[in-house]
T-cell receptor, first 122, second 115 residues
Framework: NAGVTQTPKFQVLKTGQSMTLQCAQDMNHEYMSWYRQDPGMGLRLIHYSVGAGITDQGEVPNGYNVSRSTTEDFPLRLLSAAPSQTSVYFCASSYSWPITWGGGTGNTGELFFGEGSRLTVL | AQSVTQLDSHVSVSEGTPVLLRCNYS??????LFWYVQHPNKGLQLLLK??????LVKGINGFEAEFKKSETSFHLTKPSAHMSDAAEYFCVVSGFSGGYNKLIFGAGTRLAVHP
């Protein structure tokens, strides 16, 4: 198993350009998500998906689009890059919804992360 | 609202000495809590998780964490640091915020291990 594969690992864009960060997993996970990591801020959720054809916004969705046409793939699109989108982006997947609601038992799935995509917007 | 605070941004220890990385959380519900580790230029990897079973949770590579509800803490410990433990560590709490379920990441603690 390759796990979670992200491409590209590094990318430099000019303001206003668009691009797609690719994410693929071969573990048949239903849940996939995109995070951005900025110094001193931990990881913040951009978008997530609980299955093919189902996506939803996370904490910081503005400027990003996602789609989930297959279980395996979850690309992240930057529509018009801005310097504020300079960050390291992580894709993560899980067999089950990685949190619990109202309690600490049940299907609390481990998140499997890709190695990250470092994006610089000039 | 749920939140998580990692009390130290940097911790430095000598090889062979104990490690303590501190995490406090805030949650309106019985939380699930996690510690993830990130080695340089790598993705995050789960160290351990607490899901309301035993309060002392053992993880990989000799790490463990104790859930203390009265102190709202979930500190990560290891009896003896190894050079390979040098990494960034994230405390994570499950929660419900902004209308949806989410994982809330702490800002991270960078652990340095000196010979």
């Amino acid at each position: 198993n390759a796990g979670v594969t992200q491409t590209p690992k590094f990318q430099v864009l000019k303001t206003g350009q668009s691009m797609t960060l690719q994410c693929a997993q071969d573990m048949n996970h239903e849940y996939m998500s995109w995070y951005r990591q900025d110094p001193g801020m931990g990881l913040r959720l951009i978008h997530y998906s609980v299955g093919a054809g189902i996506t939803d916004q996370g904490e910081v969705p503005n400027g990003y689009n996602v789609s989930r046409s297959t279980t395996e793939d979850f690309p992240l699109r930057l529509l018009s890059a801005a310097p504020s989108q300079t960050s390291v982006y992580f894709c993560a997947s899980s067999y089950s919804w990685p949190i619990t609601w109202g309690g600490g038992t049940g299907n609390t799935g481990e998140l499997f992360f890709g190695e990250g995509s470092r994006l610089t917007v000039l | 609202a749920q939140s998580v605070t990692q009390l130290d941004s940097h911790v430095s220890v000598s090889e062979g000495t104990p490690v303590l990385l501190r995490c406090n959380y805030s949650s309106s519900y019985s939380p699930s809590l996690f510690w993830y580790v990130q080695h340089p230029n790598k993705g995050l990897q789960l160290l351990l998780k607490y899901t309301s079973a035993a309060t002392l949770v053992k993880g990989i590579n000799g790490f463990e964490a104790e859930f203390k509800k009265s102190e709202t803490s979930f500190h990560l410990t290891k009896p003896s640091a190894h050079m390979s433990d040098a990494a960034e560590y994230f405390c994570v709490v499950s929660g419900f915020s902004g209308g949806y379920n989410k994982l809330i990441f702490g800002a991270g603690t960078r652990l340095a291990v000196h010979p």
